[in-house]
Every structure is written in structure tokens, then in C-alpha cells.
Nanobody, 125 residues
Framework: QVQLVESGGGLVQAGGSLRLSCAAS????????MGWFRQAPGKEREFVTS?????????SYSDSVKGRFTISRDNAKNTMYLQMNNLKPEDTAIYYC?????????????????WGKGTLVTVSS
């Protein structure tokens, strides 16, 4: 089992920045990829960004956040980060951290094996 705990969410004005963290524990050696998804009220969970965990650290971003968000990892601390800059009201959502033990890159929610409980990000206009 892998446990994931997100932190860093909050309320920010449009144009501002936030940094999310996701700390993994348990069988972390089994993780092959991690990523961030988000879910706004009344909408489905959507892909934000993903990073290869056990290899070269390649990453992927959704078009909606490319150029504004940056994913990074610290394998020694078993922690993943999401730096979010130039936030927009449409970024408002619960942000979930996910981990996969099967795939080197995950862009679909069903590719994740484990999820955190989420952290709320609210961007005011």
C-alpha cells in the first residue's frame, strides 16, 4: 500500500501563486509515476500533470496549465510538488495527488492506483 497526503492548498487572488506538495509513504519503492488531477464542482476529475517517478523524471502537462504550472519531485523525500503560477479562477478545484505502480506516465485517472484525499485551491477574481 501507498499513502499520499497533499498540502499547500488555499485561497489566492487571480495572478497569484501556490505550491502544492504530495508526500508518499508506505511501499514507495513500487511507485512508477505520480501526478496531479483536479476536480471542480459538478465536473469530472481531470488530468493536470504527471511525472515519471522511477526513471528519468519525464513529465506531461495538460494544455490548460502548460507554461503556468511546474511539476517536480524529490525522490529522497518521497515528495512531489506542483508550483502553480499566474493562477486563474478556472483553476479553482480540489487537487488530488495520485500514484501509479503500473505505468511510467499517467494522463488518465484510471491509470492511478492510489489517491490522496485532496487539497482545495480557490482562485478569486
Amino acid at each position: 500500500q501507498v499513502q499520499l497526503v497533499e498540502s499547500g492548498g488555499g485561497l489566492v487572488q487571480a495572478g497569484g501563486s501556490l505550491r502544492l506538495s504530495c508526500a508518499a509513504s508506505g511501499r514507495t519503492f513500487s511507485i512508477s509515476a505520480m501526478g496531479w488531477f483536479r476536480q471542480a464542482p459538478g465536473k469530472e476529475r481531470e488530468f493536470v500533470t504527471s511525472i515519471n517517478w522511477s526513471g528519468a523524471g519525464t513529465y506531461s502537462y495538460s494544455d490548460s496549465v502548460k507554461g503556468r504550472f511546474t511539476i517536480s519531485r524529490d525522490n529522497a523525500k518521497n515528495t512531489m510538488y506542483l508550483q502553480m503560477n499566474n493562477l486563474k479562477p478556472e483553476d479553482t478545484a480540489i487537487y488530488y495527488c495520485g500514484a501509479s505502480t503500473k505505468y511510467g506516465m499517467v494522463v488518465r485517472a484510471d491509470g492511478m492506483d492510489y489517491w490522496g484525499k485532496g487539497t482545495l485551491v480557490t482562485v478569486s477574481s
